[in-house]
C-alpha cells in the first residue's frame, strides 16, 4: 500500500504489547474493529515491544519479548488483518518513535504521567511500591508517540485505554497551540463489548491473573477453561433461580454466541431454576470453539511460514518508518531545531 503524509484516507493506528499471544479480551476490545476498519482507514498496527520492557515482569526476559513480537503479529493476522491493506509495524524498529516520545515529555509533568489510570493501577495490583522505572512512568507518553508518529485519526481501544487518548489529545493541544499545528485530535472507537470478564469474574481479562481465553485456544483447553468459569456464587443447585447478570457465562453468550435464540432461551430457563451450568456450559463452548476455529486454522498457517511474516513486519515497519521519518521532519522544523 502507497503511503505518504498527504492523507487521502483518515488513519486508525492501535497495537499490543509484546507479552504473550492474545486472547478474547483483546478481540472485542480491539481486533474486531480492526479487521472492520482496515477496509475504511489506512490502518496501523504496532507491536509495542519495547514498550514491554517497561514492565519488570519482562524486563529481564528479552526472549519472550522477541518471541511475542511474532506470536502477536500471527494473531493479528490469524483474526483477519490483511497484510495488503494494513500495516503491522514493530516499534523498537522504528527510532523517530523514540525521539518524538523525548520530546513530547516535555509537554507533559511527571505527575500528570502518575495520574493515568494505568499506570496508578499497575503500581497498585502489581504491589510496585517505589521500585518502577522511568520508563514505566513513560509509557502513556510513548503510547502518544507511537499513535502520533503516523497522524491517526482514531484508535480502535477498549474502555479501559481512554486514559491515555485523553494524554495524547493533551499533547496535541499543547504541542499546537506553543510551535503551530501539525496534529489533530485522535478519537476512540470502542469494541462492543466495553470491557471482557476474566473467566474468574474479575473485572478484566489478564494474563496475570490466569484468566484467560487465548485465540489459540485448543478445543481441549477450551473446554478445560469454560467447565472451571464462574457463574452465580449463590447458585447450589441447577433448581435454583439464577443471576444472569453479570454472570461471566452469559457476559461471554452473549459477546460470542450468535444464536440469539438460544441464549435468550438459557437466560430464562437460568433465572427460573430450569437448566444447570453444564448445559449452559456446553453451548458456550459450542459457540466460541466455532467462533475460534477459523482463527485456529489461520494461526497455523503463519506458525507453519514465519518468514512470511518476518516479510510482512518488515515490509510494515519500513512504511511507518518513513511516516514517522515525515512527522518527526515536521515536528523539528516547527520547533526551529537546527540540523547540523
Do not use: W
Not at 478519537?187 to 489459540?216: A, H
Not at 485448543?218 to 477453561?225: A, D, G, W
Not at 449463590?234 to 457476559?251: A, L, S, W, Y
Not at 511474516?309 to 521519518?325: D, N, Y
Request: hydrophobic share 35%; aromatic share 8%; proline share 4%.
Amino acid at each position: 500500500m502507497h503511503l505518504d503524509n498527504t492523507q487521502s484516507r483518515k488513519r486508525i493506528l492501535t497495537g499490543d504489547n509484546a507479552s504473550g499471544k492474545l486472547h478474547l479480551g483483546h478481540y472485542v476490545g480491539s481486533l474486531e474493529n480492526r479487521v472492520k476498519l482496515q477496509n475504511e482507514y489506512d490502518t496501523f498496527i504496532v507491536i509495542a515491544d519495547m514498550h514491554t520492557f517497561a514492565y519488570p515482569k519482562y524486563f529481564s526476559d528479552p526472549s519472550t519479548i522477541s518471541d511475542s513480537v511474532y506470536q502477536v503479529a500471527i494473531d493479528n493476522l490469524a483474526v483477519g488483518l490483511d497484510p495488503k491493506i494494513s500495516n503491522i509495524f514493530v516499534e523498537s524498529s522504528i527510532p523517530e518513535i523514540y525521539e518524538l516520545a523525548l520530546i513530547f515529555s516535555m509537554l507533559i509533568s511527571y505527575n500528570r504521567n502518575l495520574r493515568n489510570p494505568t499506570i496508578k493501577d499497575e503500581i497498585r495490583d502489581k504491589e510496585m511500591g517505589d521500585n518502577y522505572s522511568l520508563g514505566f512512568i513513560n509509557f502513556p507518553v510513548m503510547q502518544v508517540a507511537d499513535i502520533l508518529c503516523v497522524k491517526a485519526d482514531a484508535v480502535p481501544v477498549g474502555e479501559d485505554q481512554l486514559p491515555h487518548l485523553e494524554l495524547t489529545n493533551e499533547v496535541v493541544k499543547r504541542f499546537n497551540s506553543t510551535y503551530g499545528n501539525v496534529f489533530k485530535d485522535v478519537n476512540p472507537i470502542i469494541g462492543r463489548v466495553k470491557r471482557l470478564v476474566g473467566t474468574d469474574g474479575s473485572f478484566k481479562m489478564t494474563k496475570t491473573l490466569g484468566n484467560t481465553i487465548y485465540l489459540g485456544e485448543t478445543r481441549e483447553s477450551l473446554k478445560e477453561k469454560i467447565m472451571k468459569m464462574y457463574t452465580d456464587p449463590n447458585r447450589i443447585h441447577p433448581t435454583d433461580p439464577g443471576q444472569v447478570e453479570g454472570n461471566p457465562v452469559f457476559i461471554y453468550h452473549d459477546a460470542f454466541n450468535p444464536n440469539k435464540d438460544e441464549v435468550q432461551d438459557l437466560k430464562d430457563r437460568y433465572t427460573k431454576g430450569k437448566v444447570g451450568d453444564i448445559e449452559v456450559k456446553d453451548k458456550l463452548f459450542n459457540a466460541l470453539d466455532s467462533f475460534l476455529l477459523p482463527i485456529r486454522e489461520r494461526r497455523r498457517y503463519y506458525e507453519d511460514n514465519v518468514k512470511l511474516v518476518k516479510e510482512i513486519l518488515a515490509e510494515g515497519t519500513q512504511k511507518v518508518r518513513q511516516e514517522a521519518r515525515n512527522t518527526l521532519d515536521e515536528v523539528r522544523d516547527k520547533m526551529m531545531l537546527h540540523r547540523f
